[in-house]
């Protein structure tokens, strides 16, 4: 039985009443089907603005227990409150009706007594599971006409019923494909909606003869009807959803043969599952009922905030990948949590949970920025934190040896995007290999990392942001062969055991040096230089081009230390060296390396016991979103050095 679409004080349900109803729907979270095109209710690519528009697509997630449940999946879970609005899992919100169609609604204090389009009581859903449909009541006219138009359309919504229904889709078709279906349907049933007609003894070819046919394409579709309603064979996977307002006779005639929706639309009966109030294994208990929860009755669902929540990069899914040899990918975070290779500030080991504390304020469906000109979450590839190594804080032999082990893992794991990166030809095995962003850490990590790729690549080009050259040699006095390995010496060490071409480069350089013969020793390991005051004199298109023509088209791995900025501007960090890059530099510069190979890449040295209000933090998730960004793009687009102001000097 519908519920009729006139909602008065007297008729509104008591929170405790609301308890024990849930308006025909499942208690708890539930999923709702479209059986006609098998699609689900979903909030349109997971955002959370106030207005996104709801609509239906395939399934993505087919698992009905909630530890096996994608998260990313929750934009097509739903429940229902205590007034009866529907409500989304993944943000919280409810759905409103905006002109005819479903959208995301933060909820709004109410107008009285004239409620208008931006402040209304939210609709009431139910479910009919006699007939599968989900109605939809109002407290007030759905179209809010302005106060001196109450009273005429007062006698007009009152009197319908609205029904929630499918917008169809057409693959295209010409007017030849049609034209015989026409024929057909304008001599036994002429277009003719909850009238009567005639029916035509006619032959089509009296029909053309006679000039009573006017073969328009859109009256093609129009006519393509059938008892079970509007033809839907497009492929594309949406289908938009809209509230059709029936009157009594619409919706009497809707029992009746021949009898179809208004406006290309077609009632579709719904089923609404269970998909999260079950047991996690077969011999556990079903999770509790929703109907005895008071936060949820009054609340909805525990959403997560951007500023709450479990940590992960940019809130992506978040996974032990080490341990869980299904989760595959192409882009992995991987936290490395070591700082007892320092020779100043310890405080590296926190820099993992640094940096992805600040990439809260980012999210996979906001990643778009002017700057790169995409979203790196949307070029096709599977990009997932893999959470943190565990790193012994105790025995360095041991730490190295667990990071190089856990890179491995994960790069041994097979690609998800098939398309051509160009990778596979450097690789040994000739396959696509994932790629990994390392968040440090101190710069040791970087040695068990190159160590690792060398066993997949050889010996590959090293792009070094940085303010030291870090091809130091071990400290003086006694040493054992593990403490020759700081975050000083790395780089001389993957010199001496072949891991690095001789096409190497730094860039940002600034340290205090023992003499030129520091970088006349550095250069034996096959580095070029970029000093920071090179940007003020050659400019930001020629750091970019010495850069790429340095690696050429060799594999190419980018370390960037924290310390390249200017401490001022990035504070939290072991080995603070003044008059560094500012941010935007770095980020013009990382836009301009964009097509070069990459087969992975790090951001290190954040210690965030020395920040304040997080500004090395949130400088460095940017900067991976930028090496996401820079890893997908392809050369070119949003290039600095196509811009005529990026040879300006900047101060």
């Known amino acids: 039985m519908q519920i009729r679409p006139d909602i008065t004080s007297s008729t509104q349900v008591s929170p405790m009443e ?11 979270y539930f999923i709702i089907r479209n059986v006609a095109s098998d699609r689900l209710l979903d909030v349109d690519s997971d955002m959370v603005e106030d207005g996104t528009r709801i609509i239906l697509w395939p399934e993505n997630e087919t698992s009905l227990v909630e530890d096996m449940r994608k998260p990313e999946a929750n934009n097509q879970v739903f429940f229902i409150d205590t007034s009866g609005a529907l409500c ?162 619409e919706e009497k005639a809707l029992g009746q043969p021949n009898m179809h929706l208004p406006s290309a639309t077609r009632l579709v009966c719904y089923t609404t599952f269970f998909s999260l109030a079950l047991a996690h294994s077969e011999d556990q208990t079903p999770l509790s009922d929703a109907s005895n929860n008071e936060w949820v009755q009054k609340y909805g669902g525990q959403i997560d905030q951007m500023f709450s929540g479990p940590l992960s990069f940019s809130h992506l899914p978040y996974a032990k990948c080490l341990e869980d040899d299904s989760q595959t990918f192409d882009i992995a975070l991987l936290g490395m949590p070591f700082d007892t290779g320092v020779s100043y500030r310890p405080g590296a080991r926190f820099g ?34 893999c959470g943190d190594v565990p790193i012994s804080p105790f025995d360095n032999a041991l730490a190295v040896d667990q990071m190089e082990v856990a890179y491995s893992t994960l790069l041994a794991r097979p690609a998800i995007n098939t398309s051509p990166s160009g990778l596979a030809t450097f690789a040994k095995d000739g396959k696509q290999h ?91 390991f096959g580095f070029e230089l970029v000093t920071t005051d090179d940007i003020d004199d050659l400019g930001v298109a020629t750091i970019i081009k010495r850069i790429r023509e340095r690696v050429g088209t060799s594999p190419v791995y980018l370390s960037l230390d924290i310390d390249v900025i200017d401490p001022g501007l990035a504070p939290a960090t072991g080995t603070p060296e003044a008059g560094g890059w500012t941010t935007r530099e770095l980020k013009r510069i990382l836009r301009g390396l964009a097509g070069l190979n990459f087969v992975g890449a790090d951001v290190v040295e954040v210690a965030p016991a020395y920040d304040h209000a ?35 000097v900047e101060l």
């Not at 609301?18 to 708890?28: C, E, R, S, V």
């Not at 328009?216 to 509007?230: A, K, P, Q």
């Open 352 to 385: 993992p949970y640094g940096i992805r504390s600040g990439s809260r304020r980012q999210r996979e469906t906001r990643g778009y920025t002017l700057s790169w000109g995409m979203n790196p979450y949307a070029q096709g590839s599977n990009v997932i934190d």
């Open 18 to 28: 609301a308890d024990l109803k849930t308006y025909g729907f499942p208690p708890g």
């Open 88 to 249: 989304s899992r993944s943000s919280g919100h409810a759905i409103d009706i905006e002109n005819d169609a479903l959208a995301l609604r933060h909820r709004r204090p109410v107008s009285h007594p004239f409620p208008n389009a931006y402040s209304h009581a939210l609709p009431r859903f139910s479910y009919d599971s006699t007939t599968g449909r989900i109605n939809v009541t109002f407290a007030a006219d759905p179209t809010y006409p302005s106060s001196g138009d109450m009273d005429a359309a007062l006698s007009t919504w009152k009197d319908k019923s609205y029904v929630l229904t499918e917008i169809p889709m057409r693959k295209p078709r010409t007017i030849i494909d049609n034209a015989s279906e026409l024929l057909s349907s304008a001599i036994s049933m002429p277009l003719t909606l909850f009238g009567s007609h005639r029916a035509s003894n006619a032959t089509p070819e009296a029909v053309f003869s006679a000039g009573d046919i006017d073969l328009r394409e859109d009256e093609i579709l129009e006519t393509e009807r059938s008892e079970e309603g509007e033809v839907d064979d497009s492929q594309e996977s949406i289908r938009l959803v809209r509230v059709l307002g029936l009157t009594k006779e």
């Open 434 to 524: 994932p790629r990994i962003v390392t968040l440090g850490g101190d710069h040791t990590i970087v040695l068990p990392i190159l160590r690792s790729l060398n066993k997949v690549y050889g010996p590959v080009s090293v792009i070094h942001f940085d303010a030291h050259l870090d091809t130091w040699g071990p400290y003086p006095g006694r040493n054992t062969e593990q403490s020759r390995i700081t975050h000083g010496t790395f780089f001389r060490v993957a010199g001496e055991e072949g891991l690095m071409t001789k096409t190497n480069i730094h860039a940002g350089i600034r340290c205090k040096l023992a003499g030129i013969e520091d970088v006349h020793e550095d250069q034996t």
């Open 614 to 648: 997080e500004v090395t933090g949130v400088a460095a998730a940017d900067l991976v979103h930028d090496l996401l960004s820079m890893f997908l793009a392809k050369e070119g687009g949003q290039d600095p050095r196509t811009h005529t102001s990026s040879t300006k």
